[in-house]
């Protein structure tokens, strides 16, 4: 047996720590500008309606979701330096695009569009980050390592909002540099505060980040891309078949896990906006601050999983995790009476749909006890009433909306590090690039079809349909991890080369 040196330790941890804030600044990418795209997007473009909102954010994961498998595949045979820098340089020049994206005369929102599929294409370094840290731990160290890779991932969910909450103070027409044309406000700021953090990056692995490789023992040895010229053992014990029907679960429960979290994220500003009448600039500082707090949740859950891991198991964990991510949504459903207000700008407009009769405001309206505002400069809020379930499905209160922001920020992260946790496991000793990769695509899947649900099940059907159909989707996922569970078990585990 090779023993492992100090300074391999020391270089191999060094650069895992890089990977850590690679995953940090992937996640603030998408983060940081998460409340303030619908806002923005009214203002730059007003032809843009709420379903485009949701192929925007969208947009962020069909680009990761078609570079990931291909930086993984790139990261399984040459030096992962190159696949990483490529990706962020990516990123920084598509945040850079981000705060132009109000110049153009007309179809400032496909700008918008094209922007953030970039910003999600370079953000598909993440498969290279997972398979780097997969490769470059043991098994013992694999349960800590992606806990603390998650929750570099969930610190850059808090502080990405942190610094759009921050930003706000800047206002909505901030500083205009007119050599440059660019206007300095609190849309643009934070991705150009991105983009600088992007530079850093690229200076931090070109300075720091080495290669290393170690297998289920902890042993280093020599891979396609080690750059290094110390001794390696040979890669032995690969030998042997990955359980493809375990890799196949995680990814299908991964892509639930993502899509219900992807969901709550969307839903967020739309839903406070209507069920409590914020305006633009309430509901992005207001949602910051809650989604700032359910981070710090996180970080603390990805914590304290480290250790009850060792006890309960990565399993009990993930099964744990999907039950209470259940019981959040399941709170969020309308249960009361009372009906949300209504947009009365929206009346005044005569923008009532045909398919609404005048009868059927009127005792809403008697209900609301209100007057439509006289001024028509003042921003309309409420629930429009082109969303025809505004008239007749009760509203959330907001303890339902906290008591629910709580629960998806404790089941959240257990399912996120417990399913990376497994499925590196699972795949053992070989090259996990192109698998991690087909892993973060699954879940930018999920990220594609989250906004998109909700644009359009929210909509037209309202949240009573759209949390319902949420809470059926995760019962099938626990349906699915009892049927695998005594499958998803380590790769060395299974051919007896470690106890479990």
Known sequence: DVVE?????????????????????????????????????????????????????????????????????????????????????????????????????????????????????????????????????????????????????????????????????????????????????????????????????????????????????????????????????????????????????????????LFVFAVFETIATPLTMDMYSWTRKEAVFYNGIILSVVGIESVIVFMVVKTLSKKIGERAILHGGLLIVLVGFFILLPWGKKLPNIQWQEIKNNSIPRTVSTEMLMPFWSLQEMQPPSNHTVEPVGCPVSQSWCLNTPMSYLAQYISSDILIGLGYPMCNVMSYTLYSKILGPKPQGVYMGWLTASGSGARILGPVFVSQIYTHLGPRWAFSLICAVVVVSLLLLEIVYKRLIAFSVRYGRMQE
């Open 5 to 257: 040196t100090q300074d391999h330790y020391k270089s191999r941890w060094r650069s895992i720590w890089i990977m850590y804030l690679t995953m940090f600044l992937s996640s603030v990418g998408f983060s940081i500008v998460i409340m303030s795209v619908w806002p923005y997007l009214q203002k730059i473009d007003p032809t843009a309606d709420a379903s485009f909102l949701g192929w925007i954010i969208a947009s962020y994961s069909i680009g990761q979701m078609v570079a990931s498998p291909l930086f993984g595949l790139w990261s399984n045979y040459r030096p992962r330096r190159e696949p990483l820098v490529v990706s962020t340089a990516i990123s920084v020049a598509a945040n850079c695009l981000y705060a132009y994206v109000h110049i153009p005369h007309s179809h400032n929102k496909y700008y918008m569009l094209t922007a953030r599929a970039l910003v999600g294409f370079g953000a598909g370094n993440v498969a290279v980050v997972r398979s780097y840290i997969a490769g470059a731990t043991s098994l013992t160290e694999r349960t800590s390592a992606m806990a603390n890779t998650s929750a570099c991932q969930a610190i850059g969910f808090i502080l990405g909002p942190v610094f759009q909450t921050c930003f706000t103070l800047i206002g909505e027409e901030g500083i205009t540099w007119k050599l440059i044309h660019l206007q300095l406000n609190m849309y643009t700021a934070p991705v150009l505060f991105g983009a600088l953090l992007g530079v850093i990056n690229i200076i931090l692995i070109f300075a720091i980040f080495r290669e290393h490789r170690v297998d289920d023992l902890g042993r280093p040895f020599k891979s396609i891309n080690f750059e290094g010229e110390e001794s390696a053992v040979l890669d032995q014990g690969a030998e042997g078949t990955v359980d493809h029907v375990a890799v196949v679960a995680i990814n299908v429960l991964f892509f639930v896990i």
